[in-house]
């Protein structure tokens, strides 16, 4: 059974941090992308930042040199450093996995976790 269990959210003020983690089991993440994608209210989810299998990084126009994605050794949590944190950063963090490489179309991500809030106060 595939589960990504999202965890690391909360309230931060602007130009703040905030650790996001994904703890994944059920699949070998060396096969698999793992993205981060976010929904505000009244919003299309986008894509924030991917880890592919082989480690290769891809970050949104946003989230690049500010957010920051990686994995432990062991390959069973992806982390999301975001830092520099903005009030437009508020939204439901998810994380994804699908079989192969990155793609920012959320439905070709077959599991989900099942979300985080993230809040930026201004």
């Known amino acids: 059974q595939v589960q990504l269990v999202e965890s690391g959210g909360g309230l931060v003020q602007s130009g703040g941090s905030l650790r996001l983690s994904c703890e994944v089991s059920g699949i070998i993440l060396d096969d698999y992308t793992v993205g981060w994608f976010r929904q505000a209210p009244g919003r299309a989810r986008e894509g924030v930042s991917f880890?592919?299998?082989?480690?290769?990084?891809r970050y949104s126009a946003s989230a690049k040199g500010r957010f920051t994605i990686s994995r432990n050794d062991a390959k069973t949590t992806v982390y999301l450093q975001m830092n520099g944190l903005k009030p437009e950063d508020t939204a439901l963090y998810y994380c994804?996995?699908?079989?192969?490489?990155?793609?920012?179309?959320?439905?070709?991500?077959?599991?989900w976790g099942q979300g985080t809030q993230v809040t930026v106060s201004s």
């Open positions: 880890l592919s299998g082989d480690g290769t990084t």
């Open positions: 994804a996995a699908q079989w192969g490489a990155p793609d920012d179309d959320p439905r070709r991500y077959e599991f």
